[in-house]
């Protein structure tokens, strides 16, 4: 059994931001070969800021639960900072991560930065 933090078990129990975004202003979907990750993203017209990230996920409780921090982390935030976001910041987020189950940081902010790629 691998040794994950609190928080970790709290986002893979119980996941924010869970689903789809029936307007999102960018969708994508990233596969590996132990599971994969849906991410959108919609935008204030406003603002411009993120308002409303979701996901679907596949994988091992290290990638339910660095999607899940992936969505809190980003709202609020203009895609420029979005962009900024590292994977080392989603396992700081998280109480960090097993070293071997980092990966699932990278994907979550590989999703990321192919999503904001789509943005307007």
């Known amino acids: 059994m691998w040794d994950y933090s609190a ?6 129990l119980n996941p924010r931001n869970v689903g789809d975004i029936p307007d999102a202003d960018a969708v994508v979907e990233v596969k590996t070969s132990g599971g994969s ?3 959108g993203l919609r935008l204030s017209a406003q603002s411009g800021r993120i308002v409303e990230a979701r996901f679907q996920a596949f994988g091992c409780p290290g990638a339910i639960a660095s999607a899940s921090a992936t969505t809190e982390l980003v709202k609020g935030r203009t ?3 979005a962009a900024l976001l590292a994977p ?9 991560l097993p070293e071997e189950k980092f990966h699932s940081a990278v994907l979550a902010i590989e999703a990321l930065r192919r999503a904001l790629e789509l943005l307007p």
Do not use: K, Q, S, W
């Open 79 to 81: 895609p420029a900072e």
């Open 37 to 39: 990750l849906r991410l």
């Open 88 to 96: 080392e910041d989603i396992a700081a987020y998280l109480g960090e």
């Open 7 to 12: 928080t970790v078990m709290d986002h893979f």
